[in-house]
Every structure is written in C-alpha cells, then in structure tokens.
C-alpha cells in the first residue's frame, strides 16, 4: 500500500524537537524528508543526551525523531551552498524551519524570499513565543514554554511547587499543530496552485493544549484552578479522580459516581454523597477517605470489583509491565531501524492507521551530508 504522502518532498532546516518531530510525522506517511544540515557539526540534537547511551556519535533521542530522512550538508552563510539549497527549494513541496525570529530573514530564507523561489511552497515555522512581542527573542525551550503558559499549575499537588509535565510535551505539541497546518496548506495548494506560510509556537501549543480548562476559567470569575493537595490528577476534576496505592502497586480512577462507588466497595461514607457540589468542595477529604481504604486492598481486588461494573478505572503500570502486557504487544507498535553502517536500534512506529494498515520503515537517522552526493545528481542541482 501506497502512503498518503508519497511523492511529496519536505526541506527540514529545523533541529532539535519540534520541527523534527513534524518532520518525522511527515515522513512516516510518505514524504521524502532532506535534513539540511550544517556541515560535520549537524543537527545540535545529535549531542542532546536524555540518557548515558551513545549511538555511534549521535543521541537516542536524535534517532527517535529523525529516523527514515535524508541529510543534506550545507553551509547557508557560504554563497555557493546557498545556491544549492535555492536549486532544492524550487523542486520541493513542505519547509519546516524552528530558527529563533529574525534568523532565518539574514539567511534570505524567510517565506517571502522562499515564495519569490516557489510560489507553491507549503512554509512551515515553529518558534517559541510568535514572531511579535516581548517574549519572541527569548530561548524557545519546552520548560520555559511550560512555564510561561501556566501548566506547570497544573500538576503536582495542591500546596506543593509548580510540577512540569514529564515530558516535552511543547515541542511534541507544537510539532503535531504544524503538521496540521501543513497538510491544510497542501490541501490548499492542491485546489488553488498556492502555497502558504503555516505558524505555529510552543506557547501558542501549550495554551490550545489547555483549551478546556482556560475556557472554565475564563467563563467562572477567573477563579484559580486548585490542585487536589491528595493524589491530585486533574485540578478541575472532583472526587475520586486520581491515583491511589494499593497493597501492591497502584489503581487509577476516573469520573465515577460516588453513590455508586460506595456501594461497590462498600464505603458507607460515600452512599449518601448525592450532591454533586459536595464531590468538589469536599473533594481533598473524600479522596483521603477513599485513599484510606484502597490501600489495604490489593490492585487485582479493587479492579475485580470496579472492572465488571463499568467503573472507569485503570492498573497504573510501570514500562516494564506495560510492554509485557497483551494489550501492548497486540498494537505491534515498535519497530527495528538500522543505519547504512549497521546501527540497530528499537524504536516506535507511527502512531496513525490508514485502512487498517500501519507504516513501518526501517531505515535510521542518516549521518550529516551522507546523501549529498546522491541529491545533487538525482535532482540535477
């Protein structure tokens, strides 16, 4: 099966997270990805270590996010190689570029330079803050954007410090928003034979990623959210939403009726507890009442009784036990990419479905330039 991108070809002059992230989505549904890179030095990502594991030069995490594209080394200061790149830019389709504002403009590279290039280019910027205002020059860093944007007040306990997500999850964010864009604009390119400048930032990510919860606050009197200071999980969510421990491990549950909860588990304090207000304004000492009593039952017990019952809940599992599990396996979400040097290295596979098919490909992050030589006689540069 063909993928939905096939014949489609992207320049990623972008680095790091969140521009190769989209990259990445890109490609794993067909499109050509070419890195452009800095000669030797490449992508800074190749030396951002989450871990002590070195894979021949270059990070895990830069494998995670770069596997199945290309590298086109080229210096953009050096007049010659510019040349080159302009010749790439008017055979392609998508750019993606995460340079800080103002950056890309000295290189002449900017949407407006690029259109006068390909007028049917499909321009894609990601940068920290928007490209006005007083926050544009300042470090685009998923922290930093986590912590301007107010999600940080979101997790963790009430009564303890602002807790960020354990995750990048503003570089994912803004990565997914502008492959969003990028195929509106392709669409758009399709019907009208134009291009477009499709913008998105980590902050602009992070604060659609909290749509529901700013809505809430914009709409009650602009009252705080108030994180649960017991086993909080959701600032806006009554008892008994969140994780408990067990005698074992630990049991996650969501939005339940406590009526209903009580008589399952037998709680005399929570049959009687039919007004909805008391599961918000009591919520901290319901779920201690509730955390009280979970934790001298063991997980399989709490879940033989809430699981028949249609109870949304949940074992909380480590990744050691979540990739042991059946639900797991069946996905069949990992997959094995090599490089051309015999790098071997697991990974995950593409997230998305199309007519019941998954996408897999096997081939790692390339090395800097290694298909210089190969693009320039195959697009005739």
């Not at 993606?96 to 890309?104: A, D, E, K, S």
């Not at 020059?137 to 009564?159: F, H, K, Y």
């Not at 709409?219 to 086993?231: E, L, Q, W």
Request: with cysteine; proline share 4%; net charge negative.
């Amino acid at each position: 099966m063909s993928r939905p991108l096939e014949g489609l070809t992207v320049l990623e002059f972008s680095q790091f997270l969140s521009g190769p992230y989209a990259g990445l989505r890109l490609s794993d549904l067909g499109a050509r990805v070419i890195k452009i890179e800095r000669p030797e030095v490449g992508d800074l990502c190749r030396k951002l270590y989450i871990s002590d594991t070195d894979l021949e030069g270059d990070s895990t995490l830069f494998h995670a996010i770069n596997r199945n594209k290309e590298s086109f080394s080229a210096n953009l200061k050096d007049t010659n190689d510019l040349e080159l790149v302009k010749k790439l830019i008017a055979k392609a389709d998508i750019i993606t570029q995460n340079f800080r504002p103002g950056v890309i403009e000295k290189i002449g590279l900017d949407y407006e330079s690029v259109k006068q290039i390909n007028p049917q280019i499909v321009y894609g910027s990601i940068s920290g803050y928007g490209s006005n205002g007083p926050w544009k020059d300042l470090p685009g860093q998923d922290l930093l954007a986590q912590s301007r944007t107010g999600l940080v007040w979101l997790n963790g306990n009430g009564g303890e410090a602002p807790t960020p997500m354990g995750l990048a999850v503003a570089d994912m964010l803004a990565g997914h928003s502008l492959v969003e864009g990028i195929l509106a604009g392709v669409i758009k390119r399709f019907r009208t034979n134009e291009g477009c400048h499709i913008e998105t930032s980590l902050v602009e990510a992070l604060l659609d990623f909290q749509f529901e919860v700013l809505t809430t606050y914009f709409n009650d009197g602009n009252r705080k959210p108030v994180r649960s200071k017991y086993n909080n999980a959701h600032a806006y969510l009554s008892a008994p939403y969140g994780i408990y421990k067990t005698k074992d491990s630990y049991v996650a549950i969501a939005m339940t009726p406590l009526p209903k909860l009580g008589e399952l588990l037998d709680l005399e304090f929570l049959k009687n507890l039919h007004d909805q207000k008391i599961w918000f304004t009591q919520r901290d000492e319901i779920k201690k009442q509730i955390g009280d009593w979970v934790v001298n039952q063991s997980t399989q017990e709490i879940l033989n009784i809430l699981e028949p019952a249609d109870i949304w809940c949940a074992e909380v599992l480590d990744w050691e036990n979540m990739l042991k599990h059946e639900g797991f396996k069946i996905l069949d979400m990992t997959q094995r990419i090599k490089s051309l040097d015999g790098l071997d290295i697991k990974t995950l596979r593409c997230p998305i479905r199309v007519d019941g098919e998954i996408f897999k490909s096997d081939l790692a992050a390339p090395k800097v330039g290694q298909d210089n030589e190969k693009i320039i006689k195959e697009m005739e540069l």
